[in-house]
């Protein structure tokens, strides 16, 4: 058993043993990311979410030497539509539809290009990739069981959108007993305002949800062990 690890954090120091915690990387995939994707159809700049991938190869970089777990999501759906309830198929007026085929593929299907993770944040082989239909990693998903089994009981979470899957999964995460510390510079929103709010509302009220930190302090706390 490693001694726990300690991260300069919002609303205070977070502490950490590196055997039980899992990265956790949220649908860093190029529907979200790039051009032509999901995100894009519901009027987003994806410009937003790229300044993410950087510091968080960093953070997965460092992560994989220290031996951790290190799970990737997919926001999806089965190609015959059976897991998407209608009222998300039809939500926003987007200009492409949940299924229909975009210039990576057909948007938000798993098995399609777009649908993918980015080359840049590519997992390694033995590394988890879990695909949710829904915006919480914990609905409809084997996620519990697969921590359970592993004795993980922190979550180091980064990824995209702060606000919508980041803040559902930290959510859902938080009621089952997890303690999750947000990475802020790993984390993307399409809105400024939702990732500063989004942010703020997770360490308010004493750590309502959970630990806010920029990777650098995570960083530091790994390499200080080393
Ligand atoms: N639209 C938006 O901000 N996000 C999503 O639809 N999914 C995720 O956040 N992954």
Redo the contacts with the bound molecule.
């Keep these: 058993m490693s001694d726990p690890l300690a991260v300069e954090a919002e609303p205070y120091i977070y502490g950490f043993d590196p055997q039980h915690t899992a990265l956790l990387l ?2 860093m995939q190029r529907d ?1 990311v790039e051009p032509g994707g ?2 894009e159809t ?1 009027g ?1 700049d994806v410009a937003m979410l790229r300044r993410v991938i950087p510091p968080l190869q960093e953070v997965l970089a460092a992560t994989r030497k220290a031996g951790m777990t290190v799970i990737h999501t997919r ?1 999806g759906h089965l190609p015959d539509l059976s897991d998407c309830p209608p009222a998300k198929l039809g939500r926003g007026a987007p200009s492409l539809r949940i299924g229909d085929p975009g210039p990576k593929g057909r948007i938000l299907i798993r098995g399609e290009y777009g649908h993918d993770i980015i080359d840049e944040l590519a997992p390694a082989d033995g590394e988890l990739v879990l695909d949710k239909p829904g ?1 919480g990693a914990f609905y409809a998903t084997d996620l519990e069981r697969v921590l359970r089994a592993r004795g993980i009981r922190s979550l180091i979470v980064t ?3 702060t ?4 803040h559902t999964t930290v959510r859902e995460a938080n009621d089952r007993g997890y303690e999750c510390l947000v990475l802020s510079d790993c984390v993307g ?2 809105f400024a305002e939702f990732q500063r709010y989004g942010l703020e509302m997770i360490a308010a009220q004493g750590g309502i949800f959970g630990w806010v930190a920029p990777s650098g302090n995570y960083l530091k706390a790994l390499e200080a062990r080393s």
Excluded at 163 to 166: A, G, L, M, P, Q
Aim: glycine share 12%.
């Design positions: 949220i649908d979200f999901f995100g519901l987003n926001e915006k990824g995209v959108t606000e919508v899957c980041v929103s399409y």
